[in-house]
């Protein structure tokens, strides 16, 4: 089989990976697809955590015979028994598949290369690299919890023309478009959790749930130093209080950690400076020890501030709407990384989307 026929089918196996996306975590996007005569003859994606991997659907979908047919998979398959789902390869050696066509080695120390390892022991034809990049791309928030222990993250800033992300202090301003609204709802359903300040509590009352679409409610997390976020808050009282987790300090008041544990809410102490300033490293290594591979920073100006003036940050979306408010609050109150390159910009109805992301 030729390249062109290799990247048209891993361009499949991509399409399927990310059907997954939201359900996954904190396993990677995979998808499969199993070729004979150069024809797909059953394929499958890895559709939810502790499901079937996408290997395992394809071969199971299979109607013929697999004697000689190649498997393309975005990720390298695994090969050990450290999961609820038994591993692929052993599955794809006695299948009778000859060759498997990779996009992506898995980083992950477990299989890291010795999924390769044992289907070359077999005989199997095995290929890798075809489309690294855009493998890369679909699985940037599993590689980076992987290699670097941290979530990926994405900090997001609605503001106007002229930067200002509200117009008064205490009041909530609504900015950007219905059409940008419902990406950020789109967003929210694919990361595992949203995180904002106690100001942006107090002041847009926010739900940080997924309401203009599909999807599955990520966890959010609040960080309250000093829990001055108002307990009757809609994060603290709705339907999906099971999904807030609060990030705050040893020193904070205790009799209101107390209130917000009996309604079932998540709270982290962690050390603080004495007026209850969190550093953000602590909690980004939380998250990831919980298994959040995937961070969408949604506020305020001081939250934002904190994460990209240390550099805690893989992504920058701003979505700016054709208004100018004058005066308010700044999006913006440090000078932006020299690494920070523009990759894309995109109209979402009357509002600019610019993404920019972080090259080290």
Request: glycine share 6%; with cysteine.
């Amino acid at each position: 089989m030729n390249n062109i026929d290799d990247y048209k089918f891993i361009r499949k196996c991509f399409e399927l990976a990310v059907q997954g996306e939201g359900f996954v975590t904190p396993n990677p996007l995979v998808g499969s697809v199993i070729v004979k005569d150069a024809k797909i003859i059953s394929d499958g994606f890895h559709k939810k955590y502790g499901g079937p991997h996408a290997e395992a659907q394809a071969i199971a979908a299979a109607k013929q015979n697999l004697f000689g047919a190649t498997l393309y998979c975005n990720l390298e398959p695994c090969c050990h028994n450290n999961k609820q789902t038994p591993p692929c390869v052993p599955q794809i050696i006695e299948s009778g598949i000859k060759r498997v066509v990779i996009s992506n080695p898995d980083p992950n120390p477990f299989v890291s290369g010795k999924g390769m390892q044992q289907l070359i022991d077999s005989g199997i034809d095995v290929k890798l690299g075809v489309l690294a990049e855009e493998g890369e791309e679909i699985n940037r928030f599993y590689f980076k919890s992987v290699r670097q222990k941290n979530p990926y993250i994405t900090i997001k800033i609605a503001q106007s023309k002229d930067g200002m992300i509200n117009s008064l202090k205490a009041e909530q301003t609504r900015i950007t478009s219905e059409e940008a609204e419902i990406f950020v709802h789109k967003q929210r359903a694919i990361f595992d959790a949203v995180l904002v300040g106690a100001n942006t509590i107090n002041i847009d009352n926010p739900g940080l749930s997924v309401r203009r679409i599909e999807g599955r409610n990520p966890i959010r997390v609040i960080v309250d130093g000093m829990i001055d976020s108002d307990l009757s808050s809609n994060v603290y009282n709705d339907e999906l209080i099971n999904l807030t987790w609060v990030f705050t300090s040893k020193i904070a008041d205790r009799s209101k950690k107390e209130i917000l544990m009996k309604k079932g809410i998540r709270i982290f102490e962690l050390d603080s400076d004495p007026q209850g300033y969190l550093n953000l490293e602590p909690i980004l290594s939380t998250l990831n020890h919980n298994k959040i591979t995937s961070l969408f920073v949604e506020g305020g100006a001081e939250i934002f501030n904190q994460f990209i003036s240390k550099r805690l940050f893989d992504e920058l979306i701003i979505l700016e709407a054709p208004v100018t408010l004058g005066e308010g609050i700044k999006a913006f109150k440090t000078i932006w990384p020299e690494e920070l390159k523009l990759k894309s910009i995109e109209q979402l109805g009357p509002d600019e989307k610019r993404v920019f992301r972080k090259f080290d």
